[in-house]
């Protein structure tokens, strides 16, 4: 039996799409991101190693290599986007969509994604493949899309005690589970008990969930947009796909009440998908990246006042100072996109 042939970017395109992850670990997406900058066949390679990962068979591996293909859409240029938009990815992409066993989730991501590459790429036409597959999976799949969304129904009297003792249940889980799992860890309360699952393990944690039919907004805090929603009544919100809103209550059943961007009101649950709240181990990534983007900030400057200088007055020295700060500034940009798209959410909230 033949064996896929390895190549640089197995490891690393393995450890940010891996099956136990509880959320996108950007930590891993943009260390692919910034290898693929820093080498000639990089985004060929890292095509080659999504291809392989699109094969696995674990919906959540798929879903994280959607989504790193995504970043690096976003942050790795024009060379990143032809490898994309080639025979052998789209192809890729074509076999998941229309193989019965791919989870509905998966499928709706891929022609997602599809349809923003398309959108992306469209002023080049050496790219003009995504499109073509796009139009064809969309063809294929006359059901992928949004689904309409429910009727307005009261809650009841039940339903609100129902979702109480739900939220009562949770922080009463919360409290009781903490000690324990500190001390099966033996580590300090100071320390923090988050651990990752042993491989081979049968509990798999998936990437975001769709909201399941029967869970109350008492026990989730984020939600995510799979799907635009235009609001046909006044009171509902609008949002866009890749939206986080705020989830705040329950108003009827199978809609909620949440904030975006400043607004609020009500939104279908079947157009969004629940997010898992950060970890403690994630806020010290998160922390650690923007420590690494602000500690950067005075090379952003310096080569921003050498750039402004007259090419006269520049001597040999200070040519080699600028080549060396735009390649270290260089080195940041995915992290500081992400951290301009964090900031963006999170000034919309007020």
């Known amino acids: 039996m033949f064996r896929a042939q390895q190549n640089a970017f197995d490891d690393a395109v393995a450890k940010a799409t891996d099956e136990n992850l509880t959320s996108e670990n950007w930590e891993f997406i943009l260390d692919v991101c910034d290898r693929v900058g820093a080498e000639d066949s990089g985004g060929k390679d890292a095509v080659a190693s999504m291809i392989k990962r699109l094969a696995h068979r674990n919906a959540n591996v798929q879903l994280y290599t959607l989504e790193l293909a995504?970043?690096?859409?976003?942050?790795?240029?024009?060379?990143?986007?032809?490898?994309?938009?080639?025979?052998?990815?789209?192809?890729?992409?074509?076999?998941?969509?229309?193989?019965?066993?791919?989870?509905?989730?998966?499928?709706?991501?891929?022609?997602?994604?599809?349809?923003?590459?398309?959108?992306?790429?469209?002023?080049?036409?050496?790219?003009?493949?995504?499109?073509?597959?796009?139009?064809?999976?969309?063809?294929?799949?006359?059901?992928?899309?949004?689904?309409?969304?429910?009727?307005?129904?009261?809650?009841?009297?039940?339903?609100?005690?129902?979702?109480?003792?739900?939220?009562?249940?949770?922080?009463?889980?919360?409290?009781?589970?903490?000690?324990?799992?500190?001390?099966?860890?033996?580590?300090?309360?100071?320390?923090?008990?988050?651990?990752?699952?042993?491989?081979?393990?049968?509990?798999?944690?998936?990437?975001?969930?769709?909201?399941?039919?029967?869970?109350?907004?008492?026990?989730?805090?984020?939600?995510?947009?799979?799907?635009?929603?235009?609001?046909?009544?006044?009171?509902?919100?609008?949002?866009?796909?890749?939206?986080?809103?705020?989830?705040?209550?329950?108003?009827?059943?199978?809609?909620?009440?949440?904030?975006?961007?400043?607004q609020t009101g009500i939104f279908p649950l079947n157009y969004v998908e629940k997010l898992a709240d950060p970890t403690q181990d994630d806020l010290q990534r998160e922390a650690q990246m923007e420590a690494e983007v602000f500690g950067e900030i005075k090379n952003v400057e310096k080569l921003l006042t050498l750039l402004s200088t007259s090419s006269s007055d520049l001597n040999v020295r200070d040519n080699e100072e600028i080549t060396e700060l735009y390649h270290s500034t260089l080195a940041i940009r995915p992290k500081l996109i992400e951290l301009i798209g964090k900031y963006s959410q999170k000034k919309g909230k007020f």
């Open 70 to 262: 995504n970043a690096l859409s976003q942050n790795c240029g024009n060379k990143m986007h032809r490898e994309l938009a080639s025979r052998s990815f789209t192809d890729a992409l074509l076999r998941l969509a229309n193989d019965r066993n791919t989870h509905q989730q998966v499928k709706t991501k891929i022609l997602e994604r599809m349809g923003e590459w398309s959108e992306m790429f469209k002023k080049d036409h050496d790219l003009g493949v995504m499109e073509q597959q796009y139009m064809k999976l969309k063809s294929q799949n006359p059901n992928l899309y949004p689904p309409a969304a429910p009727t307005k129904r009261q809650i009841t009297d039940v339903d609100r005690q129902k979702e109480e003792e739900e939220l009562q249940m949770a922080l009463a889980l919360s409290i009781k589970d903490k000690p324990a799992t500190e001390q099966a860890s033996g580590k300090k309360p100071s320390q923090g008990a988050a651990s990752s699952s042993p491989a081979g393990s049968s509990q798999q944690a998936a990437p975001s969930q769709p909201v399941p039919q029967g869970t109350t907004a008492a026990t989730v805090s984020r939600v995510r947009a799979l799907f635009d929603f235009q609001p046909s009544e006044a009171g509902e919100l609008q949002f866009r796909k890749g939206d986080i809103i705020a989830v705040m209550e329950s108003v009827y059943k199978d809609w909620w009440k949440g904030s975006l961007r400043g």
